[in-house]
């Protein structure tokens, strides 16, 4: 299984709250948030 970095925001399916920034624990970095939900125009 696959899983996308996404904020918590995201997380909580608060979509319009998370400005696309996520903290990738792997790495220790701020990354993109990787959810659909800002490659989606339409949604
Ligand atoms: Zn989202
Ligand atoms: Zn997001």
């Not at 920034?21 to 948030?33: E, I």
């Amino acid at each position: 299984m696959t899983s996308v970095l996404r904020s918590p925001d995201c997380r909580d399916d608060n979509h319009r709250k998370c400005d696309g920034q996520a903290w990738d624990d792997d790495t220790d970095a701020l990354a993109s948030c990787g959810c659909t939900c800002h490659f989606d125009p339409t949604h």
